[in-house]
């Protein structure tokens, strides 16, 4: 049996990187080497066992969703869809069923048969992942590389798609004042994309190095030690506060700043996921008639990001601050997990 290196999470917080059998691939998928991958805080999470039974359902478990690679194998059929061994390809997590009313209207990420076995699966997340040297995906969750860009900047197209999902979902239009709290990785993809979308003003809200970095690449920033970050906006808006807050911190204090500081009418999309109790002031939520919508991955972002960010319009390789090879994951994640390291994006090569 033909085997390769992968990372196994044998239970919480106990990972190694080991030898394990290759998998091949089923009807309309393909089996690709991976060249790159992207931590995700979300890998962070599910190897520190933060949503047990749920991702994953079981361990041992390979995770791992940001990644890109070559073509090695096809499945069955999967050359029907204009695939070829050797095509340079992104992946992307989410393998739904395509069927039930949600995937029929286009909103795939919220498949109402998600982890029913058969029907759905999100890789390096209810299925094997890619922190390994090959991984198998169905034909609807890779998407083509152009050749301007290098298998990196592939790993971080997905990201980039929930960063534009987010400000999709925000509903920025041409001239919005938009703030995005968090400067983190998905925020400051947001911040661009928020600006490709045709936003007037993007403010980042946020501290230290991270926000350093979203003044380097052009953003306007707003610091949160020195003075309530609501009062800056509301300054910076002579008093009426922002139309769109993109809230990718997922604290329940930026959540709260984030509903303060909209003008009446506005719009917080929320793609952080908070870990603790959230109070909101719901009275000012009615009165002002202002929205709060959720983000889940990405629905269909994947085509449409990918000519933004070949063109630089949402800017991938700057956010990549280290890189280790699989065999080192430890120090890659311990890297990823300390914030004064001032990491922001790991790409890890098997």
Same mark, same amino acid.
């Given at each position: 049996?033909?085997?390769?290196?992968?990372?196994?999470?044998?239970?919480?917080?106990?990972?190694?990187?080991?030898?394990?059998?290759?998998?091949?691939?089923?009807?309309?998928?393909?089996?690709?080497?991976?060249?790159?991958?992207?931590?995700?805080?979300?890998?962070?999470?599910?190897?520190?066992?933060?949503?047990?039974?749920?991702?994953?359902?079981?361990? *041992?478990?390979?995770? $791992?969703?940001?990644? !890109?690679?070559?073509?090695? @194998? &096809? %499945? +069955? =059929?999967?050359?029907?869809?204009?695939?070829?061994?050797?095509?340079?390809?992104?992946?992307?997590?989410?393998?739904?069923?395509?069927?039930?009313?949600?995937?029929?209207?286009?909103?795939?990420?919220?498949?109402?048969?998600?982890?029913?076995?058969?029907?759905?699966?999100?890789?390096?997340?209810?299925?094997?992942?890619?922190?390994?040297?090959?991984?198998?995906?169905?034909?609807?969750?890779?998407?083509?590389?152009?050749?301007?860009?290098?298998?990196?900047?592939?790993?971080?197209?997905?990201?980039?798609?929930?960063?534009?999902?987010?400000?999709?979902?925000?509903?920025?239009?041409?001239?919005?004042?938009?703030?995005?709290?968090? *400067?983190?990785?998905? $925020?400051?993809?947001? !911040?661009?994309?928020?600006? @490709? &979308? %045709? +936003? =007037?003003?993007?403010?980042?809200?946020?501290?230290?190095?991270?926000?350093?970095?979203?003044?380097?690449?052009?953003?306007?920033?707003?610091?949160?030690?020195?003075?309530?970050?609501?009062?800056?906006?509301?300054?910076?808006?002579?008093?009426?506060?922002?139309?769109?807050?993109?809230?990718?911190?997922?604290?329940?204090?930026?959540?709260?700043?984030?509903?303060?500081?909209?003008?009446?009418?506005?719009?917080?999309?929320?793609?952080?996921?908070?870990?603790?109790?959230?109070?909101?002031?719901?009275?000012?939520?009615?009165?002002?008639?202002?929205?709060?919508?959720?983000?889940?991955?990405?629905?269909?972002?994947?085509?449409?990001?990918?000519?933004?960010?070949?063109?630089?319009?949402?800017?991938?390789?700057?956010?990549?601050?280290?890189?280790?090879?699989?065999?080192?994951?430890?120090?890659?994640?311990?890297?990823?997990?300390?914030r004064s390291s001032g990491a922001l994006k790991i790409i890890v090569t098997p």
């Amino acid at each position: 049996m033909d085997t390769m290196e992968a990372l196994v999470v044998s239970e919480p917080n106990r990972f190694r990187v080991e030898s394990v059998p290759m998998p091949s691939p089923g009807v309309d998928e393909v089996r690709c080497r991976v060249r790159a991958v992207s931590i995700c805080g979300t890998d962070a999470h599910l190897i520190r066992g933060d949503y047990p039974g749920f991702w994953p359902p079981a361990f *041992p478990f390979i995770p $791992g969703h940001e990644w !890109a690679g070559q073509i090695e @194998a &096809l %499945g +069955a =059929g999967a050359e029907r869809y204009g695939w070829a061994i050797g095509d340079r390809v992104a992946g992307t997590s989410h393998d739904a069923c395509g069927v039930c009313q949600k995937c029929v209207e286009g909103r795939y990420n919220l498949c109402e048969n998600y982890g029913r076995a058969g029907l759905h699966k999100q890789y390096g997340h209810n299925e094997q992942g890619a922190y390994a040297s090959y991984v198998v995906h169905h034909v609807k969750a890779i998407f083509r590389l152009p050749e301007s860009l290098g298998f990196e900047e592939g790993a971080l197209l997905d990201p980039a798609s929930i960063a534009l999902h987010t400000a999709h979902r925000g509903g920025v239009r041409a001239g919005d004042d938009v703030a995005v709290m968090g *400067p983190g990785p998905i $925020g400051l993809l947001a !911040a661009d994309a928020a600006r @490709a &979308l %045709g +936003a =007037g003003r993007v403010m980042v809200v946020g501290r230290g190095v991270r926000l350093a970095t979203a003044a380097a690449l052009g953003h306007h920033t707003v610091e949160t030690t020195a003075r309530d970050p609501v009062d800056t906006l509301r300054d910076l808006t002579e008093g009426r506060g922002v139309d769109v807050v993109l809230e990718c911190a997922g604290s329940s204090q930026t959540t709260r700043w984030a509903l303060a500081a909209l003008r009446k009418g506005g719009r917080c999309a929320s793609v952080g996921i908070p870990t603790d109790e959230v109070q909101l002031a719901l009275q000012a939520l009615v009165l002002n008639e202002l929205e709060l919508v959720g983000v889940r991955a990405s629905a269909g972002e994947m085509r449409r990001v990918i000519p933004l960010v070949t063109d630089g319009r949402i800017r991938v390789r700057e956010m990549i601050t280290h890189r280790f090879p699989l065999s080192d994951y430890a120090t890659a994640l311990e890297t990823f997990n300390e914030r004064s390291s001032g990491a922001l994006k790991i790409i890890v090569t098997p």
